[in-house]
């Protein structure tokens, strides 16, 4: 039986670009905001308030999760420096189901618009 998405996907902008920057480690907030603008070459950037309303439906549909605290110690990928107020986020096992499914749906758009492209050139004025 194939787990039905349909209530979450598609993504919108902020989200997809919210759950590709959790893809590959678990952040803060300000961490997400940082790597979303790295992605996508400063064209795309999340604002505080956009960044933790999403955070918040992303929670309550168990997307993402918050991370246990742990010190720098137990987490190399954080700095003895770190507030330890900070929360942390990663994706959950569901939360990557939904990315893939996204990813899958627009690779499916681009494909098709590629297509649509190719065989409906309009013909050039001379």
Same mark, same amino acid.
């Given at each position: 039986?194939? &787990?039905?998405?349909?209530?979450?996907?598609? +993504?919108?902008?902020?989200? +997809?670009?919210?759950? @590709?920057?959790?893809?590959? &480690?678990?952040?803060?907030?300000?961490?997400?905001?940082?790597? #979303?603008? $790295? !992605?996508?070459?400063? !064209?795309?950037? +999340?604002?505080?308030? @956009? =960044?933790? %309303?999403? +955070? !918040?439906?992303?929670?309550?549909?168990?997307? #993402?999760?918050?991370?246990? $605290?742990?010190?720098?110690? %137990?987490?190399?990928?954080?700095?003895?420096?770190?507030?330890? /107020?900070?929360?942390?986020?990663?994706? @959950?096992?569901?939360?990557? $189901? #939904?990315?893939?499914?996204?990813?899958?749906? =627009? &690779?499916?758009?681009?494909?098709?618009? /590629? =297509?649509? =492209?190719? @065989?409906?050139?309009? /013909?050039?004025?001379?």
């Amino acid at each position: 039986m194939r &787990e039905d998405l349909s209530p979450l996907v598609p +993504l919108s902008p902020a989200i +997809l670009h919210i759950l @590709t920057a959790l893809a590959g &480690e678990e952040r803060h907030g300000y961490g997400i905001m940082q790597e #979303v603008a $790295r !992605q996508s070459e400063g !064209q795309y950037k +999340l604002g505080p308030g @956009t =960044l933790y %309303d999403n +955070l !918040q439906k992303l929670l309550e549909h168990a997307v #993402v999760e918050e991370c246990s $605290r742990r010190s720098a110690a %137990d987490n190399p990928r954080r700095s003895a420096g770190d507030d330890p /107020r900070r929360r942390y986020y990663r994706l @959950t096992a569901f939360g990557r $189901r #939904v990315l893939l499914a996204e990813v899958a749906r =627009l &690779e499916g758009v681009v494909r098709h618009a /590629r =297509l649509r =492209l190719q @065989t409906n050139n309009p /013909r050039r004025a001379s």
